[in-house]
């Protein structure tokens, strides 16, 4: 990790993309230090799970009912 500015946060990801997290000024208390409260955290994991199942098919709405969800 990089903390050249104090306003910014930059880290390199495992697969070599590069992350910035900034911080704007603010009254919080919880930022009152910037990002030297912020610490790194190891991935809980990696990669992506497994697809989600994919919708049902279902038969296209008559335009009346359509209408109807905009408040037509």
Not at 3 to 23: F, K, Q, Y
Not at 30 to 53: C, Q, S
């Amino acid at each position: 990790m990089q903390t050249n500015d104090p306003t910014r946060l930059e880290a390199t990801l495992a697969d070599g993309r590069r992350m910035t997290l900034s911080l704007p000024a603010t009254d919080a208390k919880w930022a009152a230090e910037g990002i030297k409260g912020l610490r790194a955290v190891p991935p809980t994991h990696t990669g992506r799970g497994e697809e989600p199942p994919a919708l049902p098919e279902e038969p296209a709405l008559p335009l009346q009912v359509a209408l109807l969800g905009l408040g037509a």
